[in-house]
C-alpha cells in the first residue's frame, strides 16, 4: 500500500510541476497604432515569432496609406491579434466620452468598420483599465465609485455588441519622447515581483501594456522590444496569444 501511495503521490507531483511552470504566461499588448512605432514591433515580432497583440484605433488607420499598409502586413502575421481600441480614442477626453453609451458604441464600431473586424472582437477602451469577458468582469480601479457608477452602461453594451474588453496588469511606461520610464532590467524585476506577489487578474497571466510609439526610435525601438522578449524567455516565461487568455 505504502509503495503505492507513494507511487500516487509521485504521478501527482509530476502532473503538478508542469502545470505550475506553464502558470507564468505574458501577454504582449500594444494601443494606440498604427503609429510611427508599429513597424519596428512587426519587425521583432515575426523575428522573435512571439504573439502580441495591437489595439488598434481607428482614426489612426485611416491617417495615411502607410498606416492603412501597417494594419493590413499586422493582419497577415498569424501570431498577431488585431484589437479594437476605439476609433476616436475619445480624442483623449475620458470624462468627456463616457457616460454617453450611445456615442461610445458607435465610435468602437466605427472602428471595426475602419479595421476590418468581425465579431466577437477583441477589444480595449481608450484609457480605461476595464475587463468584460466571459469570465471576468472587473472595472478601472482608477476610477471613484460615482464615475465608474456612471460609466458601467457603457462598459456593459459595448461588451453586449460583440466586444471581449481586456485591461493590463502593468504597463511599460514611456516618456512623451517616446523613451521607456523602466529599463528593461528594471522592468523584468518588476515582473519578477509581480508573479511572486501572484495578484493577477487571472492568476499566472500577466497582460503587459506598451504603446506603439515607445518603440518609434529606428534602432533603441527594436532593441528594447528585442532585449525584452529575450531576457523574459531566459527567465522561463512563455507568450500568450490573447484570444486563449480567458480560456
Ligand atoms: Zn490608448
Given at each position: ?5 507513494r507511487?500516487a503521490l ?5 502532473l ?20 510611427d512605432?508599429?513597424?519596428?514591433i ?5 523575428a ?6 495591437l489595439?488598434?484605433?481607428g482614426?489612426?488607420?485611416?491617417a495615411s496609406?502607410?498606416n492603412?499598409?501597417l ?6 502575421l ?6 479594437n481600441h ?6 483623449n ?6 457616460g ?6 458607435a465610435?468602437?464600431?466605427r472602428?471595426n468598420?475602419v ?5 466577437f472582437?477583441?477589444?480595449?477602451l481608450p484609457?480605461r483599465?476595464?475587463?468584460?469577458l466571459?469570465s471576468i ?10 464615475q ?13 455588441s ?8 502593468h504597463?511599460w511606461?514611456h516618456?512623451?519622447?517616446?523613451k521607456?520610464?523602466?529599463s528593461?532590467?528594471?522592468l523584468v524585476a ?7 506577489y501572484?495578484?493577477f ?6 497582460i503587459?501594456?506598451?504603446h506603439d510609439?515607445m518603440?518609434?526610435?529606428a534602432?533603441?525601438g527594436?532593441t ?12 522561463n ?5 490573447l484570444?486563449g487568455y480567458d480560456g
Amino acid at each position: 500500500m505504502a509503495a503505492q501511495l507513494r507511487f500516487a503521490l509521485t504521478i501527482l507531483l509530476l502532473l503538478t510541476l508542469p502545470a505550475h511552470a506553464a502558470q507564468r504566461v505574458i501577454y504582449l499588448t500594444f494601443d494606440d497604432g498604427p503609429l510611427d512605432g508599429t513597424s519596428n514591433i512587426l519587425d521583432v515580432l515575426e523575428a522573435e515569432q512571439v504573439p502580441a497583440a495591437l489595439f488598434m484605433v481607428g482614426m489612426h488607420a485611416q491617417a495615411s496609406a502607410s498606416n492603412r499598409a501597417l494594419v493590413q502586413r499586422a493582419k497577415k502575421l498569424p501570431l498577431v491579434t488585431i484589437g479594437n481600441h476605439s476609433y476616436s480614442h475619445a480624442y483623449n477626453h475620458y470624462r468627456h466620452f463616457y457616460g454617453d453609451t450611445e456615442g461610445v458604441v458607435a465610435d468602437m464600431l466605427r472602428a471595426n468598420v475602419v479595421l476590418g473586424l468581425k465579431p466577437f472582437v477583441h477589444a480595449r477602451l481608450p484609457g480605461r483599465d476595464v475587463f468584460r469577458l466571459p469570465s471576468i468582469s472587473k472595472n478601472d480601479n482608477s476610477l471613484g465609485q460615482a464615475q465608474a457608477g456612471r460609466e458601467d452602461p457603457d462598459y456593459e453594451f459595448v461588451a453586449a455588441s460583440g466586444f471581449y474588453l481586456y485591461g493590463w496588469d502593468h504597463e511599460w511606461v514611456h516618456e512623451d519622447s517616446g523613451k521607456p520610464v523602466q529599463s528593461v532590467d528594471h522592468l523584468v524585476a518588476e515582473i519578477d515581483h509581480l508573479f511572486s506577489y501572484g495578484h493577477f487578474v487571472k492568476p499566472g497571466k500577466l497582460i503587459l501594456l506598451m504603446h506603439d510609439e515607445m518603440f518609434r526610435d529606428a534602432f533603441d525601438g527594436k532593441t528594447n522590444l528585442t532585449n525584452l522578449i529575450d531576457a523574459l524567455r531566459q527567465r522561463n516565461y512563455t507568450f500568450g496569444a490573447l484570444p486563449g487568455y480567458d480560456g
